[in-house]
Structures are given as C-alpha cells and as structure tokens.
C-alpha cells in the first residue's frame, strides 16, 4: 500500500526509513556489483589481450557491451508482464537470489581467468538487470505518495551513478592488483551480492497490481504489446523518448571520453577515469539539485533547463577545439593547471549535472501519470528503448567518424541535436514548455510559499476558487500547483501577440461578461465542463475582476452554475503578498509602481480543505477565502 503521510520527507530521512531505505540500498549493491564486475572484465581482456576466434581484445569488449544489453531487447516485455501481476518485493527478493547463484559462476570465471565463462556470466547479470529494473522503477509510486516521487526518483538516480563510479574505480583497482586479483575480485561481487540479497527482505511487502494472466512468450508480439500500451497516454510515450533520447547521448559521449582524452588532450588513462567519475557525479549532483528546485513537486519545466544545458555545454566543448597545454602527457595536476583545462572540466560536470534535471522529472512523470495495472510494463517499454537508442547512438558515432568528423565535432552534432529532438517534443507536449515559463518567472519575481499543497487531489476533477489580485496570479498557481491547471480568463487575453499562443497551448478557457459576450460565456461554462468530466482541475477567480483596493469583491455565482452542473469539490486558496507589486491596480502610474515594487518580494498561496460540492455557495467560499488570507 502506498504510504499515505501528509508532510513531505526528505532524501537523508528517507534513506532511514523502511519503505525507501532497502530500495535503495538493494539498488545500489546491484548497480556497484554490475560495473566492478563489468570494468574487471573489461581490464581483463585489454590487458590479457585474450582473443576468442579472429576476435581482437579490442572487438571483444565491444561484444561485451551488446551481450549486456541482449536481454533487455529479448525479456524486457517477459520482465514487465511478471512484475505487473506479482508481488514486486518478493520478485525482487528472488533476482537477488539469482544475483547470488550469478556472482557464484562469476567468481569462479576470475579465480581460472575463463573468459568464455566470464562472457557468459556477463550475460546473466544483464538477465537480471531486465528483470529488477521495471520492478524498482514502478515499486516507487506503491511506496511513496506522489509528493515524495521526485526526491525518491531523484535520490535513486544519485545513488545509481554513485555506484556506477564506486563499482568502477574499485573493479580497476582490484583487477590491478599483483596477487590475488581473481580471489579478491570474487570475495567483492559476492560480498555485494549477498548485501543486495540482505536488503531486499526488508524492501515492504507489495500486493501484486494487475490479475494473473497467461504470459504473453512470443517475444516480438510481446515487445509490440508492450509498446503499444505505453503508447496510450502521449505524455508518457514522449517522455520514455527524452530518456531514450539521453541515453543515447550518454553511450555516445562516455564512447568517446577515452579517445578524446588521447587524442584531443594528449591524456593518460587517469584523466579518462576522472572525467567518467566527474559524469557520474554530475548526474547526482543534478539530480539532487532537481529535487531541491522542485519543491516536492513533479515540475516539468525543469526538463527544458536540463535540454538547455546539455546542449550548451556540449557545444562549448567544441568550441574548445583542440587545446594545446603544453605537456608530453597530460595528467590530472596539468589539466587542472590550465585554464582549458578547467573549462573542459566543468563544461563535462555541467552537462551531467544538467542531465539530472533533464531525467528525474521524466521518470517522474512515467510513474505518475502510467496506468496502475500496466505501470511495470510501461517501464519495460522504456528499457526497450533505451537498449534500442543507445544501439542507435552507437551507429551515429560510427558514421560520423567515418564521414571524417573530429572528436569536438562530435560534441557540436550532438548539441544540435539535442536541440531538434527537444524542440521536437516539446512542440508535442507544450505542457513543458508552459511549465518552464511559469516556473522561470514565477521564481525570477517573487520568493513563493505554498502552504496545504496537499489539499489538491493528485487526480479526479476540481475546482480551484482564488482571490484575484494581479494580472500574473495565474503564473503563481501554474508554478504552485503539481497538476496542469485550466485557467478560466476573459477571452482579450487570448488575442494578445506574444502572450496568446501560450494561454492556448495551457488551453486556457476563454470568458466573457454576459452583457460584453453571452456567446463567450455559454461556451466557456460548456467547456469548464468538458474539462472537468475529462478529470481536470479548473481555477475560476469568483471576483470576477481585479480588486481596487487590496480586499475581496464580492463573488459571484458563476462557481455555483458550475457545480450544479458538475458536482465536484472546490478548494478555496488565496494570495498573499501581491498587493502593491508591478502587475497589480495600487499604483495607477508605471513609475510609481517601479518605485514601490520589489524584485522577488514574498509570495504566499495558502491551499485549503476541500469543500463537498453539496455545500458551495458564493458567500462560503468567499468567507473560506478571507479565513485563508487572515492566516
């Protein structure tokens, strides 16, 4: 059952507690165990220049890397099917067992350097990657309250190229040692193995969602279903796209980080593991970063300052070019001795860090908005693509090194693209678009307080009644509330150049006055309806106008032609702190109102109790309102 707590915990809490701790921790052991088992391997087989065939060392890590994501092309669907009509946390449990017997045939693959064997294996923990990952992923929103989605995904996110990073340093480490570097190899992968296992009995028990059902084993009919069913709500298709979109961006930046450090930077190995230390760490960074800016809260529109930044990022490491920095051997001291040299390094940090923004309000909003009975196959679906995008990124790289494209060149093609796709998506869900607006502005001007966030219901239609104070109280709710808003506004608005097109893709409702426009006003009620049997949540400004003097005008009773038309609750909320600021009616004059205003004043929304639509009336909503704004 999903935790049901009214305040909102943060990451360091959570990791404390139950119903997020052994999540996490069980994540963390199997993505360090993953890339020590994997970074061994691979330094193995460079060093050993072990050949299999007419396969050189080189060719065969590059086999690795495909064996790896084999499975999650072939079982992902399997994977998303099972987890969907099981009990996720003993799923779980078992792929820990699995893990185990795994690292069991793996330890003994190093301890007699059995490449075969070790190849093999590398298959296996693919195999059980495909299945944990939907699990982890759609077990998220079963343990927290859609509130505390952000930071957990957020800090899943963080502890995952943490381990990443971790498992990778120490696989190098161990696999370099001069004795014993199979036994000590194989003491680490089950010792993590058996610490996952550990974790997982504690993960809450969690009832299967879906009704058992035949498994669907025709894996490109089941990979074809699967797909589809994502498919049925746009948003979350196009999201798993921006993930895919990343990951194939990653595999091709992190392809080229040790050619690029070789060749463009004269570079020895330590400055590559530098930089994929400094990826991972951005990552996290970024994704904590993601969670403090949202406030708790999925917020789209920190996806386009993500896009933003990687792209940016990305094109100034181009414009670097090739630096010249004056060593035989470029180490880590000398790059960090130059001043190219710290422009390359926080160029590589802020486009992972940026990446963080750009994913974790992704997979956010898979989770939340995905159905329940499929949220696991959803997942899956997201799995398929990503394996396929960084399949496809891999092709890219290699026509355009083969068209002749220098390594900083690379890095301009993929700021460029970046750009396309998400322009591209973005045109296909504006939603983004708005939410980076309202939360650019609404953050640039005022320091906003939300109080009763709560009270708005994470799903089902309502009716949000507001005080209505300036022209942009608008943006204020847009920024303030989780779930897309329907703002009803006289219809002017809507003709304004530069303003309309964006009220029109917020699909703002139109109204007018009955003596101004009864035509208007008939069709904005048909529509408030429309949207609020569609599960909308609408907000109405009852004044009817601006106020004059900074109190509340008397409401009218267009909200009760609303509910007797559709019962569904009403929440009162007010604004606090707007009087007197840039966009209000105290200061008649423009100069006056740049004399009196001030940049980044503080701004509070106080949300309160829903009201049972059997009870609404103009007058007790009004008086909710002034009871919020005495507070």
């Not at 193995?44 to 220049?49: M, P």
């Not at 669907?77 to 699995?98: E, N, P, T, Y």
């Amino acid at each position: 059952m999903k935790t049901q707590s009214t305040k909102n915990t943060g990451g360091a809490q959570l990791l404390m507690q139950r119903r997020f701790g052994p999540l996490f921790w069980t994540q963390f052991c199997g993505a360090f165990n993953d890339n020590l088992y994997k970074n061994a391997l691979v330094i193995l087989i460079t060093f050993k220049a072990y050949q299999i065939g007419e396969l050189s060392s080189e060719q065969l890590v590059a086999l690795c890397g495909g064996i790896f994501i084999l499975p999650f092309f072939l079982f992902s669907a399997l994977a998303g099917q099972i987890s969907d009509q099981v009990s996720k946390s003993r799923l779980m449990m078992w792929i820990k067992v699995w893990e185990i017997g795994v690292m069991a045939l793996g330890s003994i693959g190093f301890v007699t350097e059995n490449f075969p064997l070790l190849i093999g294996v590398l298959f296996l923990m693919g195999l059980q990657s495909t299945f944990f990952g939907p699990a982890k992923y759609s077990s998220l929103p079963e343990l927290l309250p859609n509130r505390e989605l952000v930071t957990g995904n957020a800090y899943v996110e963080m502890g995952t190229f943490l381990a990443i990073l971790l498992g990778t340093i120490l696989g190098g480490l161990l696999v370099s040692m001069p004795r014993g570097a199979g036994y000590l190899i194989s003491a680490a992968v089950m010792g993590f193995a058996a610490m996952g296992w550990l974790s997982s009995l504690r993960i809450p028990k969690l009832p299967p969602i879906a009704q058992a059902r035949p498994l669907q084993l025709n894996i490109f009919k089941s990979t074809a279903d699967i797909l589809r069913i994502c498919r049925r709500t746009r948003s979350v298709f196009l999201s798993i796209l921006g993930i895919s979109w990343f990951w194939l961006v990653g595999a091709v930046v992190l392809s080229i980080l040790p050619a690029y450090c070789k060749q463009t930077l004269n570079a020895n190995e330590h400055v590559v593991t530098f930089f994929l230390a400094l990826f991972s760490l951005g990552v996290g960074i970024g994704s904590i970063f993601c969670e403090k800016l949202s406030f708790n809260h999925l917020e789209l529109g920190l996806v386009p300052v993500g896009s933003f930044g990687i792209s940016l990022f990305a094109l100034d490491l181009f414009l670097v070019g090739q630096p010249s920095l004056q060593a035989p051997l470029v180490t880590v001291g000398v790059l960090l001795g130059t001043p190219v040299g710290w422009r390359i390094t926080l160029d590589l940090l802020l486009f992972s860090l940026f990446s963080g923004f750009f994913i974790v309000p992704l997979y956010t909003l898979i989770q939340e908005r995905s159905e329940d009975a499929v949220r696991s196959q959803t997942i899956a679906a997201n799995n398929i693509l990503n394996s396929l995008f960084m399949v496809v990124g891999a092709l890219l790289l290699t026509l355009l090194l083969a068209a002749g494209a220098t390594l900083p060149q690379i890095f301009l093609v993929i700021a460029l693209l970046n750009l396309a796709v998400a322009a591209y998506i973005y045109s296909l869900i504006p939603e983004f678009l708005y939410r980076f607006m309202c939360w650019i502005l609404a953050h640039c001007l005022y320091r906003l307080k939300v109080q009763g966030r709560a009270n708005i219901p994470l799903s089902g239609p309502a009716v949000l009644v507001c005080n209505h104070v300036t022209y942009v109280d608008w943006l204020i709710m847009a920024s303030a509330t989780q779930r897309p808003v329907r703002f009803v506004m006289h219809y002017s608005f809507l003709h304004i150049p530069l303003t309309g097109r964006i009220f029109r893709d917020a699909k703002v409702i139109p109204i007018a006055g009955s003596r101004e426009n009864a035509s208007i006003l008939d069709a904005a009620f048909d529509r408030i309806s429309k949207e609020l049997r569609a599960g909308e949540i609408v907000c109405i400004y009852p004044e009817g106008q601006l106020t004059h003097d900074g109190d509340l005008n008397p409401f009218r009773n267009g909200i009760e032609r609303i509910i007797q038309r559709d019962p569904v609750p009403v929440i009162p909320t007010a604004l606090q702190g707007l009087w007197g600021s840039l966009f209000s009616r105290k200061h008649r004059r423009l100069g006056q109102k740049l004399r009196h205003n001030k940049l980044w004043s503080r701004v509070e929304l106080q949300i309160g109790q829903p009201i049972s639509p059997e009870e609404v009336n103009a007058p007790l909503l009004q008086e909710k309102v002034a009871s919020l704004l005495a507070s």
